[in-house]
């Protein structure tokens, strides 16, 4: 069903909490941030509540501080960086619950940041104390953190049961409008790219999206998983042993839909610019590092045949020059095709970028397990509470 969006709420002198994914990475002692891209991914939405005459209260998580105050996890270099993003000042809470905060209810056009919610163990407890106390903060609630709508925590969960109305905001609609269109009416011909490191990370993932596209292009590591399952030879090749008999499952369900590569970049060792050569039956003594030329030019013919794409995972070690050409051949047969292309977060973006084709990719999606466990076809606990339509 659909969920309320951030534009169907009357904002107007009321105080909206906005639970944002402020996640950001910070250089060694926590006072520097290297890249601000989520910060700047929840600008519209501030933006828009801020225009609409709300007061706005910003909350998030940052790294693991297991449930106590730590200064190297606190969100004030955050508060800094969103200052000079929005040009107007950003007040840096001392905590996100307790009296010190319940005085600083910011008034229309004022922006109020939340000190870490994982400061409090209750937060990934998902306690209905600390829920109901963070709801009390505000009128209205608006969940624009994707990456984290996969938790059922008190921010992106419990706190909904005490709010009037709960809605997306314009990242979080963004992200289900692109992966709903992916995964729920796909134009034809669909096809799912698949790769990465393990077949027991994206055992659902491929299983539901077997169900869905037209076409499964199988790389990275996880191939080694199936062709060993086949019997055919795999070297020293990353290989999950214990799931030889689901990758021939899998494979009997997808029919002729799954397809494997026909030949692979191997080397004697992973480490970057090693000795390495194209082959089609992997030796004992070598592994398999990258996709080759015959199943690069197999898989850019599929892709270009497709409507609506959806990727996740790299054809190879793409972090180690030369073992990225498969992956970069992909991106840019991706971006050439025309098609819908949905592309999931983590390695897949990296793979996207280095092949600077970003701007021609339809959507990027900016939560990794988030978008794993959408293409699984799970319902997300931070999605589900939102209120419907
Ligand atoms: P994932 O997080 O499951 O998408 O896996 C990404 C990781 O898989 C990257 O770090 C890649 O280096 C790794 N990977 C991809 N292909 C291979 C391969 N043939 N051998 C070892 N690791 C691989």
């Known amino acids: 069903m659909a969920k309320l969006s951030i534009r169907d709420l009357d904002l107007k002198s009321k105080i909206v909490f906005i639970r944002v994914d402020f996640n950001v990475p910070l250089a060694a002692g926590g006072q520097e941030i290297t890249s601000d891209k989520r910060i700047r991914a929840s600008l519209p939405t501030i933006r828009y509540a801020l225009e609409q005459g709300a007061g706005v209260i910003l ?111 314009l990242l979080m609609e963004q992200e289900l409008r692109f992966l709903g269109m992916a995964t729920r009416h796909p134009e034809r011909p669909a096809v799912a790219i698949l790769g990465g490191a393990k077949v027991s990370d994206k055992i659902e993932v491929i299983s539901n999206l077997m169900k869905i ?83 690069i030019a197999r898989y850019s013919e599929v892709i270009r045949g497709a409507k609506t794409i959806i990727w996740n995972g790299p054809m190879g070690v793409f972090e180690k020059p030369p073992f990225d050409k498969g992956t970069v051949a992909l991106a840019r047969a991706v971006a050439e095709s025309g098609a819908v292309s949905v592309v999931g977060g983590g390695d897949s973006e990296k793979a996207i970028k280095s092949a600077g084709v970003a701007d021609r990719i339809t959507h990027i999606s900016t939560g990794g397990g988030a978008s794993l466990e959408f ?14 339509k």
């Not at 939340?114 to 600390?130: G, M, Q, T």
């Not at 290989?239 to 080397?267: N, Q, T, W, Y």
């Open 213 to 295: 596209v037209d076409r499964l292009l199988i790389g990275g590591a996880m191939a080694y998983t199936f062709q060993k399952a086949q019997g055919e030879p795999v070297g020293k090749s990353l290989v999950e042993d214990d799931k030889l008999d689901l990758a021939r499952r899998l494979m009997a369900d997808a029919g002729g839909k799954l397809l494997l590569p026909s030949d692979h970049v191997v080397a004697s060792e992973l480490k970057e610019g090693a000795e390495h050569e194209v082959v089609i039956a992997i030796p004992d003594d070598k592994l398999g590092v990258d996709i080759g030329p015959a199943t």
């Open 59 to 169: 909350a998030s998580h940052l790294g693991r501080p297991k449930g106590k105050p730590n200064p190297e996890m606190s969100l004030k270099p955050a508060a800094r960086r969103l200052e000079e993003l929005l040009g107007q000042p950003v007040k840096m809470a001392p905590d996100c619950v307790g009296p010190e905060v319940e005085a600083m209810k910011p008034a229309p056009g004022e922006v109020v940041l939340l000190e870490n919610l994982r400061f409090h163990a209750e937060e990934e407890k998902n306690d209905p104390e600390f829920s109901r106390k963070l709801a009390a903060l505000c009128d209205v609630y608006v969940n624009d953190a994707f990456g984290s709508a996969h938790r059922a925590h008190a921010s992106t969960a419990g706190m909904v049961q005490f709010v009037s109305q709960a809605a997306a905001g």
């Open 375 to 388: 293409l699984s076809g799970l319902e997300l606990p931070g999605v589900a509470v939102l209120t419907d």
